[in-house]
């Protein structure tokens, strides 16, 4: 937990709708799609257990303003890559050593497949092991888990949906943009 013991929280518009952004001392701690309320709550009941903290929702806080600009600027096609401080307290093991793997080693405009990354980090055979990690990423969009994806071509899952995926692939140039 961060020294301050505190957690900030607002929900931001993108194009793929609304983003929970919550952030601690050492950093963003997560992005949550969909972030309607039930969606918000869940994530907020969360992060309330996990980290041991009442989250705070603050709008305009100073730790949420880089992200916030950061990911205007990536969905408005301008930044291609994130530089802000991360808490990675909701993820450990073998998913966080894959995580910061995807966040270090797959650029904007690429992809990699499940089995590449568990190659990666000294696991060969641990794709399913990778997916999950995917699935249970706390900091979509920034670490970019939409950038993996099966070796067949397929898009593999994803938990903001696979339609989000895609646009976000679309957005990086991977996919072509939808015609309407």
């Known amino acids: 937990m961060n020294s301050d013991g505190v957690v900030e929280w607002a929900v931001v518009d993108s194009d793929i709708g609304p983003l929970l952004l919550a952030a601690t001392g050492a950093g ?17 009941d ?6 041991g903290a009442e989250p705070v929702e603050s709008p305009g806080s100073a730790r949420l303003a880089e992200p916030v600009r950061q990911l205007a600027a990536y969905f408005a096609g ?24 995807l966040a270090a ?54 938990g903001g949906g696979l339609e989000t995926k895609r646009q976000l692939l679309a957005l990086e140039g991977v996919l072509p943009q939808p015609l309407f």
Do not use: I
């Open 105 to 158: 080693g797959v650029p904007y405009g690429a992809v990699a497949g499940y089995g590449d990354l568990a190659d990666r980090v000294g696991q060969p055979g641990a794709a399913q092991a990778v997916g999950a990690a995917m699935g249970s990423n706390p900091l979509p969009v920034v670490v970019p888990c939409h950038r993996v994806v099966e070796s067949d071509g397929g898009l593999g899952g994803f």
């Open 78 to 101: 301008t930044l291609r890559e994130f530089s802000l401080d991360l808490d990675w307290s909701l993820t450990s093991g073998f998913n966080r050593q894959v995580l910061r793997e």
């Open 28 to 44: 963003l701690v997560t992005v949550v799609f969909h972030a309607r309320p039930a969606v918000r709550d869940k994530a907020l």
């Open 46 to 51: 969360r992060l309330r257990t996990r980290l």
